[in-house]
């Protein structure tokens, strides 16, 4: 069975850091596209980052560009989120995404939550 395990997540100040790391296991990790989205509720899940198969191109949503950067070990079949300089309003639960051509994964996700 395919599965994507998020964790890193946890309580931390304003201006704090965290990494959260997506560990993806039952699929050829290397050739699908990986994002992290996150989702607060009663807000739209919204995406943050993606990386690309080959690792080299990588987007980020505005609100985070300067602050998060997302990064992959294929050895290790893993992709990664530093997020650093955190504000409140990055508090969500944060969802780990493997997609290719039709085929979809999704992760449980891990809670952030940032203190002011």
């Known amino acids: 069975q395919v599965q994507l395990v998020e964790s890193g997540g946890g309580l931390v100040q304003a201006g704090g850091s965290l990494r959260l790391s997506c560990a993806a296991s039952?699929?050829?990790?290397?050739?699908?596209?990986m994002k992290w989205y996150r989702q607060t509720p009663g807000k739209d899940r919204e995406l943050v980052a993606s990386?690309?198969?080959?690792?080299?191109?990588?987007t980020y949503a505005t609100f985070v560009k300067g602050r998060f950067t997302i990064s992959k070990d294929d050895a290790m079949n893993t992709v990664y989120l530093q997020m650093n300089n955190l504000k409140p309003e990055d508090t969500a639960m944060y969802l780990c995404n493997a997609r290719r051509t039709s085929i979809e994964y999704w992760g449980q996700g891990t809670q952030v939550t940032v203190s002011s």
């Open positions: 990386i690309s198969t080959g690792g080299t191109i990588k």
């Open positions: 039952r699929f050829t990790f290397s050739t699908y596209v």
